[in-house]
C-alpha cells in the first residue's frame, strides 16, 4: 500500500480563514502575474507507470481564476487515477488542490483527498501569509513567510531561472504538511533530451531533497525533468524503491502558456 500511495507525490513532482468567491473565475486577473511559466487552461496529462505496468494516469491542471479572501489566485488541480486493471487489486482515486496567488505564487490554500485501496485522508490547509499563520481545522500552526505546500512549490519552481544555474547548485524551499513545516531544497542535476509520447523535449534535471517528513521524502532518489525553456513543464518523473521503480511520463498537453521552446520532434 504504501508504495502505490508514493506514486501519487512522485507523479505531482511530475508538484486565510478564507472564503471562496467567483469574482476571477474568468477572464485574466486584475494584475499581471509577473510569470509567464503557466496560466489558466493549462493540462497535463501523464501515464503512472510501477515498473513496466502502467498503473494510473495523472493530470495536472490549472481550470479557472478564483479567489481565496481577497487574494486573486490560480486554481490549480493534481488528479491520480488507476487505471481498471490496476484498480482491480487496489484502487487509487486522489486529488489534490492548491490556491496560488497570481503575483507571488504561494499558496492561501491546499487541499488533499485521498482514496487508496481502504485508505482514505482528506486534508486541509488554510494559509495566512500575512500573518504566517497556517490554520488545519480548529488548530493554528507558525508559518515562515511565503512558505509553500507540495503543488505550489512544484509552480514556484517552474517560475524560476536555471540558464546560469551550476550542477549541484541547490534552490531553497520550505514545505508545510499536517503540523509542520519541513525544509526542501531542490537541486540542479544537468540538461538532457528525452522522447515520451507527447514528444521529444529538451530538458533541465532536478532532484527534490527533502529532510525528515512531508510528502517529498522517500527511500529513493526523486528527479524531475523539466522542459528547457520558459514554461518549464514537466515531462518526466522517476524515483527508485526498494522493489523497483515508479514514474510518470507526459502524454498529452494543452492550454501551454506559449510557445514550448524546449520540444525539438
Not at 486493471?85 to 484502487?91: K, V
Not at 488533499?112 to 481545522?137: C, I, P, S, T
Not at 526523486?222 to 507526459?250: A, C, H, M, N, Q
Amino acid at each position: 500500500m504504501s508504495t502505490v500511495r508514493n506514486i501519487v507525490a512522485f507523479a505531482l513532482l511530475a508538484l486565510l480563514g478564507v472564503s471562496s468567491s467567483s469574482a476571477f473565475q474568468t477572464g485574466k486577473p486584475k494584475e499581471d502575474p509577473g510569470q509567464s511559466a503557466f496560466t489558466v487552461g493549462e493540462r497535463l496529462v501523464f501515464n503512472v507507470g510501477y515498473g513496466f505496468i502502467t498503473a494510473g494516469q495523472a493530470v495536472i491542471s490549472i481550470p479557472e481564476y478564483d479567489t481565496v479572501g481577497a487574494h486573486q489566485c490560480f486554481k490549480v488541480m493534481f488528479e491520480v487515477n488507476s487505471t481498471p486493471t490496476f484498480s482491480w487489486f487496489f484502487e487509487v482515486r486522489d486529488r489534490y488542490e492548491t490556491y496560488l496567488d497570481v503575483r507571488e505564487v504561494y499558496p492561501w490554500r491546499f487541499e488533499q483527498h485521498v482514496k487508496e485501496g481502504h485508505y482514505r485522508r482528506d486534508f486541509v490547509a488554510e494559509f495566512d501569509q500575512l500573518n504566517h499563520v497556517a490554520k488545519v481545522g480548529d488548530k493554528q500552526y507558525p508559518i515562515p513567510p511565503k512558505v509553500n505546500d507540495i503543488m505550489s512549490a512544484f509552480f514556484f519552481v517552474r517560475t524560476l531561472d536555471f540558464s546560469n544555474k551550476k550542477i549541484g547548485e541547490r534552490i531553497h524551499l520550505q514545505n508545510f504538511y499536517k503540523d509542520s513545516t519541513y525544509d526542501l531544497d531542490v537541486q540542479f542535476i544537468g540538461r538532457e533530451t528525452i522522447k515520451v509520447e507527447a514528444g521529444t523535449f529538451k530538458c533541465i534535471i532536478v532532484e527534490p531533497l527533502a529532510k525528515e517528513g512531508g510528502l517529498f521524502k522517500s527511500d529513493g532518489r526523486v528527479l524531475i525533468w523539466l522542459s528547457d525553456d520558459d514554461r518549464k513543464i514537466p515531462v518526466k518523473i522517476t524515483t527508485k524503491v526498494l522493489i523497483g521503480s515508479i514514474g510518470s511520463e507526459l502524454r498529452e498537453y494543452s492550454g501551454i502558456n506559449g510557445d514550448l521552446k524546449a520540444r525539438v520532434k
